[in-house]
């Protein structure tokens, strides 16, 4: 009997401790988004911040208004978002999870396909892509491994297949040298060929 007792007490403390944890109010300032259309379930945070975030001209802020998350260069005009941003397909499966930082996009950011496997792994650093990004075929194997750094991407790219590994050295889009070293040589061969028409005249 006392055991009996005791259980029903222990259920009666229990229960409105589990509602009262369910109904814990967010931190204040805080509150969470919900968007869905035909393609995709968004849930997004946006965390109060303690600073007015510096407007960058060469990144992506992203916000939310009107009931939409906004994507603009530059600069936003509205509620920032800030903390865990997580996609689904419409079947419930996991499309892109990550985490923003004053409206950009900070740290790991994956994506899935529709039927549940990895697609790419991208490291982000305050709205630039910096660090190693790992990007995979239609069935999650690893496919090609990329490194940024300030949004520029590193010449040396590595691709695997099966057990073989790959490693390329790609062109720089940076780098100017060699356009710069023809134009200069195209200029000497124009002052050369000058001259020597120049020295044909009687």
Aim: proline content about 4%.
């Amino acid at each position: 009997m006392k055991k009996t007792v005791f259980a029903i007490s222990l259920g009666l403390f229990l229960v409105p401790f589990s509602a009262l944890k369910a109904q814990m109010p967010m931190p204040e300032g805080m509150y969470k988004i919900h968007l869905t259309d035909s393609n995709r379930l968004i849930t997004a945070e946006i965390k109060p911040l303690e600073f007015t975030p510096k407007k960058y001209i060469n990144r992506f802020y992203y916000w939310y208004s009107s009931n939409a998350i906004k994507k603009t260069q530059g600069g936003y005009s509205g509620k920032l978002l800030n903390g865990l941003y997580v996609e689904y397909w419409p079947n419930k499966n996991l499309r892109e999870q990550g985490n923003f930082y004053g409206g950009l996009k900070d740290k790991e950011w994956s994506s899935w396909s529709e039927n549940g496997f990895l697609l790419r792994k991208v490291m982000w650093k305050m709205g630039e892509k910096s660090g190693v990004s790992e990007y995979f075929d239609e069935f999650g194997n690893l496919k090609e491994r990329r490194t940024y750094s300030h949004n520029i991407l590193s010449p040396h790219i590595q691709y695997f297949g099966g057990k073989d590994t790959v490693t390329q050295k790609h062109k720089d889009l940076t780098d100017t040298t060699r356009s710069r070293s023809s134009f200069f040589a195209r200029l000497h061969l124009f002052g050369a060929k000058k001259k020597d028409s120049l020295k044909a005249k009687p």
